[in-house]
């Protein structure tokens, strides 16, 4: 074995199964160190164009106490998140899509894509703002390249000694996009040439920083003007405090002027000074140790910018006046000694090399996300591994030329700063919630990181929005609602193993053991029935479940609240039947999500349907969580079909029932069961004649909480022995009903009425016939035994008959059917109490009297409820 290698999915639809393939070790690319690799890129571009055209600015508007604060409060939230950055890098392989990977894996697809588009449109506005800053410099360098001009005399109403000029919109616009094209046509050139040209930027900002800092430090004895007082104690008191007025739109101070500033708007005019650390973690396939690069990299990179921007924080403010601070937007150029041109080309190459890194990067994250499939709108961005993305290319320029237009640096600044930071929030809440499940495939390299940091990261990141602009705000998080809602609704489903999905499993297995093993009181007692399926004959091919199952399902919860399982049983070895099982549950699954219901899918392979459900209902669910129900069709074609062997399944099935202590309830007349479309009128009527722990009430009060039968009445038939028992039985019932907060109408039936009214005539029809199906199947009976010399036998075991007994069944059921049909004949759903099969009858025989109960009533159900009560008379 020489090699191994594995293969994250490519695709959230490609499921979480990882593949591993042994191969032989093939030369690879070469691959970038820590220095190169991620120090550079992320010094690159956290040192751009803020620092050089406009923080000087800050520190003479700001003063020097808040400047400080300022860049603390900046780059606190950039270290944290690097720190999050680190642990969720360290944790596994990276591919491509950077922050938009890292986010998608952790918080789901759905997470990682609002935020990873985001992050697009930040990184492309990104790309206008540091063309925008190269085009400024260019043109307050050779101010004759300006095609139109703009002349300053007067600063806070006051005229100045020496007219300033400032580039003109025009110019920067006319400019900036003829730069973004050019930069478009060397991004078309391929990565391999934008990496031959970036070391190129990296010694102009080195050398750039020495001439400014040389200048600051000789500024007393080589720039005697007025306006440099050198490294003076007095000009560090005087610019200690803040400053915060109006200015123009290009910051020279103005009373009349639109823009006010204040600490919150410096914030998100200084934040993009702080941004870039993602540019580590963007080449992580270029680098030879991630997990060890992008921590040490990265950190290096922030701590290195944030020393840099305090110490310039102290200098600037010590070396010049505040007003030398507010009105020289290029103070760096002018103090840098000794070659202060050398300032202005590091500058352009600098910020030049930054709008590339955007325009380059940005692209690749909108392949990236098109490539996960997961909106089908972004296809048009799809590339294959190792091309280059020119259409995404092509729109990123036009998002590039459409903010260059704008031409107000300013303005396009804090648009950056909230794409950003919603990006920075992600990855905090990422590593945050994946740090506080620790589940076991939560094992990153980097330990220096706390949840608590997460934690305080995101929350900074939500502050300093809502300190730029809360408008901002709002609309930036409008804005990703807005794409998590379209891929939620448009998106293809998949599943990453995101920490969304480990919070439901650990939040689901405490309920569970919070729940424990106890009873549940009556009061949080909820419906959890087990569907059973499989039918009394066969469905057509491809159907795995009768269709009126589930809206009878959705009928016993509350506001569909509340988990349905479905199970089906197939016959045979588990060993030849496995991929059939598997396939049978892929199609019950469908049938469930199409008929809209909260419910999970079970196969079970077992030697016949008495062994499976017995299986079933002695180890389906955990602790509290077990099926409660068990809800089956009532097989009305046995005798038509001549299934001779369902009535043994169908008697074994409720007694397993029985002993399992679950209630059930048999559904008759299923086809005709109407959908939630379906309005009914009349009565729910509910015949009560054993005690089941309110079961039958609770279900009619359920029923009623649907559409379909919000428009009906119940009334509830109760039996007395006498007639004088009745009228107490009716009070006692209603003030029972009262108690329970259900309303109902109360009716009485004594057993001398009963005995004395005279039946329906196809009861007695029904009678009759199940008479002589019964004889003539204790004929055969006797017959068999007297041949075999055996005992009686009946579904291949020994059994008593007593046939006054089985009389007196028959003759009961037939009083209930004619009731239910005197009564009930109009109801639209009638209620009648499951009777438990009698001891050592033969299943034949049940099955009779089951029919004879069920006789020309279309819409029935048979309920039995188990040793416990479902309602309570208290609050």
Known sequence: MTGDQIQAPPSPRDGGDVSITLERSRPTAVKSGTLMGVFVPCLQN??????????????????????????????????????????IATNGAMKGGGPYYLIGRALGPEVGVSIGLCFFLGNAVAGAMYVLGAVETFLNAV???????????????????????????????????????????????????????????????????????????????DRPAVA????????????????????????????????????????????????????????????????????VGTLAATLTTSGLYLVSVLFFGSVATRDKLLTDRLLTATIAWPFPAIVYIGIIL???????????????????????????????????????????????????????????????SPTITMFYLLCYAGVNLSCFLLDLLDAPSWRPRWKFHHWSFSLVGALL??????????????????????????????????????????????????????????????????????????????????????????????????????????????????????????TACRQLSTYIDYKQCEGVAEIVVAPNMSEGFRGIVQTMGLGNLKPNIIVMRYPEIWRRENLTEIPATFVGIINDCIVANKAVVIVKGLDEWPNEYQRQYGTIDLYWIVRDGGLMLLL???????????????????????????????????????????????????????????????????????????????GEMKERAQRDKTPLMADGKPVVVNEQQVEKFLYTTLKLNSTILKYSRMAAVVFVSLPPPPANHPAFFYMEYMDLLVENVPRLLIVRGYRRDVVTLFT
């Open 700 to 778: 009619s009060q359920l029923l009623l909480t649907k559409e379909s039968f919000e428009g009906c009445k119940i009334q509830v038939f109760c039996i007395a022995e006498e007639d004088s028992d009745a009228e107490g039985l009716k009070a006692d019932v209603k003030k029972f009903l009262y108690d329970l907060r259900m309303q109902a109408e109360v009716i009485v039936i004594s057993m001398k009425s009963w005995e004395g009214q005279g039946e329906q005539q196809e009861s007695i029809e029904a009678f009759s016939a199940a008479q002589r199906r019964i004889a003539s199947y204790l």
């Open 350 to 412: 600098s910020t030049l090399g930054a709008a590339l890194q955007s325009l380059t990067g940005a692209p690749r994250l909108l392949a990236a996300i098109a490539n996960d499939d997961i909106l089908p709108v972004l296809n048009y961005f799809k590339v294959v591994d190792g091309s280059e993305p020119h259409v995404a290319t092509f729109f990123t320029a036009f998002i590039c030329i459409g903010c260059v237009v704008i031409g107000n640096l300013d303005l396009i």
């Open 46 to 87: 956290i040192m751009g164009i803020i620092y050089y055209i406009r923080f000087s600015w800050i520190v003479g508007m700001a003063g020097i106490g808040e400047s400080l604060l300022l860049v603390a409060f900046c780059g606190s939230c950039t270290f944290l998140t690097t720190i999050s950055l680190s642990a």
């Open 461 to 582: 990141c939500i502050v300093i929005m809502f300190l730029i602009s809360w408008a901002f705000t709002v609309v930036s998080l409008a804005l990703a609602s807005l794409i998590y809602y379209y891929v939620s609704i448009k998106g293809k489903a998949g599943d990453w193993g995101d920490g969304f999905k480990s919070a439901y499993f650990q939040l689901a297995l405490r309920s569970l053991r919070s729940l424990g093993a106890s009873q549940v009181h009556p009061k949080n007692w909820y419906p959890i029935p087990l569907i059973f399926c499989r039918p009394w004959g066969k469905l057509p091919e491809n159907v795995p479940c009768h269709p009126k199952l589930a809206d009878f399902a959705n009928c016993m919860k509350k506001k569909g609240r509340g988990m349905s399982i479905f199970i089906s049983i197939i016959d045979g070895d588990y060993h030849e039947r496995a991929e059939d099982a598997k």
């Open 143 to 221: 101010p004759a390249a300006g095609i139109f001009k703009e002349t300053v005399t007067k600063v806070n109403g006051t005229a100045i000694a020496e007219p300033i000029t400032r580039p003109s919109l025009h110019d920067l616009q006319i400019y900036g996009i003829v730069v973004t094209i050019l930069l478009c046509f060397i991004v078309f050139g391929g990565v391999k040439m934008i990496n031959r040209v970036a070391p190129a930027f990296l010694v102009p900002v080195v050398f750039s920083l020495i001439c400014i800092f040389s200048g600051i430090l000789l500024a007393r004895h």
């Open 228 to 295: 440099f007082t050198g490294l003076s104690s007095e000009s560090f008191k005087e610019n200690w405090g803040p400053a915060y007025q109006r200015t123009n739109n290009a910051g020279i101070p103005d009373p009349n002027g639109k823009i006010y500033w204040n600490f919150n708007a410096l914030v998100g005019l200084f934040f993009p000074a702080v941004t870039g650390i993602m540019a580590g973690s963007n080449r992580s396939a270029s680098l030879k140790d991630t997990q060890r690069s992008i921590p």
